[in-house]
């Protein structure tokens, strides 16, 4: 069965620096998306992608992130400059993206941890 | 801002019990609403979506849509201890999707 994947499973960074996180959507899906979440706490959305570039993000989503559809397959998310308070789950999900009916399927998530 | 509201629980509920679970969402232009399971430590999994007004049955669960009071509910029958987990509740709008903050479910044997 097809699924989203992500790498690392859990990255640790030190303060300030850059991060990246990756991931693989499902092949014929055309929407992919970020959310975090913080431990203990809701999934927030952060970005969501088609056809190449953002078509909604959330007020998370400043200046400090961008994603990347480098190839045919991957989608990053990139953290520059990362705080504490970035320590959280991401995942990655996507969709198909159809007029009606259209599921988002989540990746097992990459744990990060700002030391 | 769009809203989507759950009680945070805990629910408990005896093995074999039903379990009922309840959401509300703020914006009336959603399309899509879907239930996700989530256990601790893991990543959202997909459980039910529907898509219009009523019922929809998929072995042990049922969900519930009324979109003029913009509430969905999801009941488990026969409710097992591998349920607990926290649920949540999803709704869709132009392929956005925003996220109850769940409820925690536990199913005590």
């Known amino acids: 069965e097809p699924e989203v994947t992500q790498t690392p499973s859990h990255q640790v960074t030190q303060m300030g620096q850059e991060v990246i996180l990756r991931c693989v959507p499902i092949?014929?899906?055309?929407?992919f998306y970020w959310y975090r979440q913080i431990l203990g706490q809701k999934v927030e959305f952060l970005v969501s992608?088609?056809?190449?570039?953002?078509?909604?993000k959330s007020e998370i989503f400043d200046d400090q992130f961008s994603v990347e559809r480098p190839d045919g397959s991957n989608f990053t998310l990139k953290i520059r400059s990362t705080k504490l308070e970035d320590s959280a789950m991401y995942f990655c999900?996507?969709?198909?993206?159809?007029?009606?009916?259209?599921?988002?399927?989540f990746g097992q998530g990459t744990r990060l941890t700002v030391v | 801002q769009k809203e989507v509201e759950q009680n945070s629980g805990p629910l408990s509920v005896p093995e074999g019990a039903i379990a009922s679970l309840n959401c509300t969402y703020s914006?009336?232009?959603?399309?899509?609403f879907f239930w996700y399971r989530q256990y601790s430590g893991k990543s959202p999994e997909l459980i039910m979506s529907?898509?219009?007004?009523g019922d929809k049955e998929d072995g042990r669960f049922t969900a519930q849509l009324n979109k003029a009071s913009q509430y969905v509910s999801l009941l488990i029958r026969d409710s097992q201890p591998s349920d607990s987990a926290t649920y949540l509740c999803?709704?869709?709008?132009?392929?956005?999707?925003?996220f109850g903050s769940g409820t925690k479910l536990n199913v005590k044997p």
């Open positions: 529907i898509y219009s007004n």
């Open positions: 992608f088609y056809n190449n570039e953002i078509s909604e």
């Open positions: 999803a709704v869709e709008n132009f392929n956005k999707f925003y």
């Open positions: 999900a996507s969709s198909e993206g159809t007029a009606m009916g259209t599921e988002a399927f």
């Open positions: 914006d009336r232009g959603s399309q899509s």
């Open positions: 092949s014929n899906h055309l929407y």
